[in-house]
């Protein structure tokens, strides 16, 4: 994880977001209804370009997650973020009292 990507993870976590998974198309528009349809705030982020993976190549002990996999296509990805709506739409609803 470079320090770039560590440090925006870091900001939406104090904002009250929680980093779910990353996803490509269909599966990203599917997830995303669905957290939404769950009554949560979703927002995306771009996957982020790594040079190198160090879980791969480096240490047992590193904590970055492999994204060898996504290399050259980190453009069709998105790393999805969830957090629960402050209000709901639908609050006159009895079945979200």
Request: aromatic share 10%; proline share 6%; with cysteine.
């Amino acid at each position: 994880m470079t320090h770039e990507e560590g440090s925006n993870i870091e900001r939406l976590e104090g904002e009250g977001w929680t980093k779910q998974f990353v996803a490509s198309e269909p599966r990203l528009s599917e997830a995303v209804e669905m957290y939404k349809d769950l009554g949560f705030e979703v927002h995306l982020e771009p996957l982020p370009k790594q040079s190198e993976c160090e879980t791969c190549v480096g240490p047992e002990e590193a904590q970055a997650e492999c994204r060898i996999c996504f290399d050259g296509f980190e453009d069709q990805y998105k790393i999805i973020f969830t957090r629960p709506l402050k209000e709901r739409p639908d609050s006159d609803n009895e079945l979200f009292y």
